[in-house]
């Protein structure tokens, strides 16, 4: 084999080395750079898309927002954030001069923090005494027990720190069925309250005519969501 041959075959071989040397010093990092800035913009393709879906839900939510909004204002005038009494006797003024009844007394008690309700066991039932004809007036907080094997409804959301009751006392003087106007007029207003006692005393008036004096009691709500530390339930 003469020189010039081996001078071939050399620099053949030297090609090939620098080309292996190449594409591993070189060419290999820039494709496994390559490969990685493929993947990278494929998670960020991916992010991007799931963005968009939820930005186009938080489009379409907002766009019923006023209709929330709307929803919304008369839950909260009827269990509101605070006591809202002055409110609540100004409702109770023009509930009595559309029901033709003078409005006579008004008491309210401090607030108490909520108490879960206790399911009575159907087979408890019968156990349970019948109340008497003078138990008209609610006992403060408290929450009347659900008819046996009917389920109460409740929520994780309402705890004794976010939700207390306050008992109030009404006092009328009308007719009886105005009187009874007020007080329907008084569970189907505005703030929401549960009448859970109603007392009458007639009375004679000039004329002959016959009036009655009604002592209304009954519990109002309202929905803290920083409730005050006095308002914790005792330990």
């Known amino acids: 084999m003469d020189r010039n041959k081996l001078w071939m075959i050399g620099s053949v071989l030297v090609m090939v080395i620098v080309m292996v040397v190449g594409v591993l010093l070189g060419i290999q990092p820039q494709l496994a750079a390559k490969a990685a800035a493929d993947e990278q913009r494929g ?12 930005l186009a839900q938080l489009e379409k939510d907002f766009e019923g927002l006023d209709d929330l909004k709307a929803d919304l204002e008369p839950l909260q005038d009827s269990v509101p954030n605070t006591t809202q009494m002055p409110a609540f006797v100004k409702q109770l003024g023009a509930l009595a001069e559309r029901s033709q009844v003078v409005l006579t007394g008004f008491t309210v ?13 159907a087979e408890d039932a019968g156990e349970t005494a019948e109340p008497s004809a003078t138990d008209t007036a609610p006992t403060e ?26 008992t109030v006392t009404v006092t009328v003087n009308g007719s009886y069925g105005n009187a009874l106007e007020f007080v329907n007029g008084l569970q189907t207003g505005e703030r929401l309250v549960l009448v859970s006692g109603v007392t009458t005393t007639a009375e004679t008036v000039e004329e002959g ?27």
């Not at 009347?144 to 207390?164: E, H, K, M, R």
């Not at 009655?212 to 519990?219: H, P, Q």
């Open 43 to 54: 998670l960020v393709a991916a992010s991007n898309a799931s963005q968009a879906t939820v």
């Open 109 to 121: 008690s401090d607030a108490v923090p909520y108490a879960p309700v206790e399911v009575v066991a």
């Open 141 to 166: 907080g408290a929450v009347d027990a659900p008819l046996a094997g009917v389920p109460p409804v409740t929520s994780a959301q309402i705890t004794a720190g976010n939700f207390v009751s306050l």
């Open 209 to 235: 005519e016959s009036n009655v004096t009604a002592l209304i009691t009954g519990l109002v709500y309202v929905l803290l969501p920083d409730a005050p530390a006095e308002l914790a339930p005792a330990d």
